[in-house]
């Protein structure tokens, strides 16, 4: 049996792993924890003596998630109020699982408008929209109207946050009176709503004397994406400052309205600012229209590798035959990151025309291409390659074995197990945790040993990935029968 301070020291890195925001981790750390009978009472000791805030935090929360909705009420309301905002932030994601939501509501709209904490007014919105989204609205709405103007913008904030439709008449209705800033606040919420109504609310508000409100209206036009700011927004393209130019690019690509092509074909031909150059490119690969293939196909070969890659993307997204002979053609380019961005912007299109030819970008001299061409044949998950890819298992670069490792798992055949499984003993814990991954996500159940084994690794992130990979291999076994 384990002594008290070796599961400690398990459930500290287990917490560790739990900084990441794949949700897949996250799964498998709850399993793990919820399986241990001793988890709850090492996750108090945590909370309580612990001295790192963000692992005593992600303690509360996931204590609160694991223990259900009357466990360890007291820890959670003293971290509420606790001077650290991620003792807060662990505090409010506990109240998702509370038994009490009226409770939990007033504590999450309290601290939604009075926390002076960014970090945790947007967290306090998020749980409360989870929750009690209707009074939520009704209780903060009422701080839009009846606060200083300082709560007024975090109410119109919160509101935004919270998703609920019924908030834009509320805020609609504080538009009439408020400051330059609540303006701002007000116009942003109702940007992030998103309801198509919103739009003629706020269009106005493009022509405003403040420069910050009208950038905040175009970003807010671009989240709601209607179609009636597109003549607007084409005239700030044309005679904005570079600020407003570059959000009328991004909004109107959001919008995605053919009506803006020429413009933004000429902003993209003409513009010096290789900024402005990418967002136009961006921008028409969302619209998606062929007619400005040739205004791309000029831009895959800019001087800006920024512009390069954007470019490549575009062209990826149309999915047009001339666009992908013309990446196909750029494969051989002299310059590499011309090359890179080609192979990658192939990946992303898939179709098997373009596997023999990313083929012989495996043997390119430039690593940066190799591993590129690695990916894109991950991506495309043709089963033609495996051996292929095996090959740069044995390359010396540890990111070129990574990037073979995560493509054979993508393409998931089980001819690349005997070949993954000696990089389980890899000395790089980076190494060992992909090819677990890869064999997790290959399947072969001969392998479930070794993936078992790997739950006892001397590092957590590996052991996590094992996890991961055991729980899908055993859900796959499940699904068989």
Known sequence: MACKEDVDVNI???LETLKTKDEGIRGAVLKTLKEDENSQEYLQEIIVDGNDSLIK?????T????SGENGHSQLRENALYDEDEQMRVGGIRALEYTGDKDKASKELVRLSINDDSSTVRSCAAHILSKISPRSGTKMIAYYLIHGEEIVKQRAAEALGKLGDPRALQYLKNALKDADEDVTISIIEAIGELGEEEGASIILDYLNHEDIRIQRSTVQALGEIGHKDAVDPLLDILENG???MRGLAAWTLGSIGDEKAVRELNRLLLYE???LLRKTAIWALGEIGDNIVLEGLIESLYDKNHEVRKEAAYALAKLGDKRATLELLRALNHDNAGVRMDSADALGKLGG??????IRTALSDGESQVKRAAIRALGMIKNNEVVYDLIRPLYDEDIETKRCALWSLGEIGDPVAVDDIVPLLSDDDPTIRGEAVSALGKIGDRDTVGYIKDMTDDDDPWVRVYAENALKGLL???????
């Open 475 to 481: 859900d796959q076994s499940k699904d068989s029968y």
């Open 12 to 14: 500290r890195d287990l």
């Open 352 to 357: 098997d025309i373009s596997v023999k030819y």
């Open 63 to 66: 204590l609160g998630e694991i």
């Open 57 to 61: 935090g992600l303690a509360l929360w």
């Open 272 to 274: 010096d600012d290789p």
């Open 241 to 243: 400052d570079p600020m």
